[in-house]
């Protein structure tokens, strides 16, 4: 009884390590200049997450994944304050576990507390278009979702409910999967973004190519590359609402 119960403690323990950052610096974002313009996130390999000229509210909607209509109430300063984070967690850690990472952050250095609740709202579902999907299945690679450049996606042993999820970031809407696709999939997509529709956590790195201007939207490059469609619906939207929140310390 006692080896099970100091073996739980310690999952518990390796559980809330591996959704804490390792250490984190927060420091108010200096003013905008010509050669400081740039705003956004970064996550470099190692676990690292990065932030410049972040407002609370737009770390809210990064460590939730959730849209601007999505986050409510709130001091403020919660939109006029802006904030430049250094944090690194485990080098393994993954985009997901970097938000969990990012929500214990604030709750403990911005005392930040939210209320969930839920309306009907516009959102996407994503569905099979007409002829059928047109990925392949894969269920043996090492599961992996990302953006290669703007405009570009590479996925591989990924659930479309994951896709889903993903695509959710890239329009203005939440997207649900609708497909009745069970399996994990490998695919690639490639679109030329409208503004705000790239997907990357930053500014692209310089040795990117930019994409095709003359290729096909989002909603298009779906269709024709992978037999797969958004179509708009209603549906239930979670809503979080600031109840608390404080200007952290500066470290």
């Known amino acids: 009884m006692l080896r099970t119960f100091v073996s739980a403690c310690m999952l518990l323990s390796a559980s809330a390590r591996a959704q804490s950052f390792e250490v984190a610096s927060i420091k108010p974002s200096q003013p ?29 909607k990064f460590a939730y ?55 009907d709202a516009r959102i996407y579902e994503l569905v099979v278009a007409k002829g059928g999907s047109k990925i392949q299945e894969d269920t043996a690679s090492r ?25 959710g970031t890239l329009t203005d809407r939440p997207v649900v999967d609708k497909t009745g696709l069970p399996s994990t999939y490998k695919f690639k997509l490639d679109w030329t973004p409208a503004v705000g529709e790239a997907g990357l956590p930053g500014p692209a790195p310089p040795d990117v190519a930019p994409p095709d201007s003359n290729g096909p939207s989002l909603f298009t ?29 500066e470290n």
């Open 32 to 60: 905008a200049s010509a050669d400081r313009q740039i705003v956004g996130f970064q996550t470099p390999p190692g676990g690292r997450l990065n932030t410049l000229s972040t407002s609370l509210r737009m770390l809210i």
């Open 143 to 167: 599961q992996r979702i990302a953006m290669t450049g703007p405009g570009k996606v590479m996925a591989q042993k990924t659930p479309l409910a994951l896709f889903a999820e993903f695509l």
């Open 221 to 249: 490059a779906l269709q024709e590359q992978l037999g797969l469609r958004l179509q708009s619906a209603k549906g239930p939207v979670e809503i979080l609402v600031i109840e608390e929140a404080e200007k952290p310390t």
């Open 65 to 119: 994944n959730v849209k601007d209509f999505q986050v409510s109430g709130g001091p403020g300063w919660a939109d006029s304050e802006s904030y430049d984070i250094v944090a690194k967690g485990d080098g393994n850690a993954t985009r997901p576990q970097l938000r969990l990472m990012l929500q214990g952050l604030l709750k403990d250095r911005f005392k930040l507390t939210l209320r969930h609740e839920t309306k």
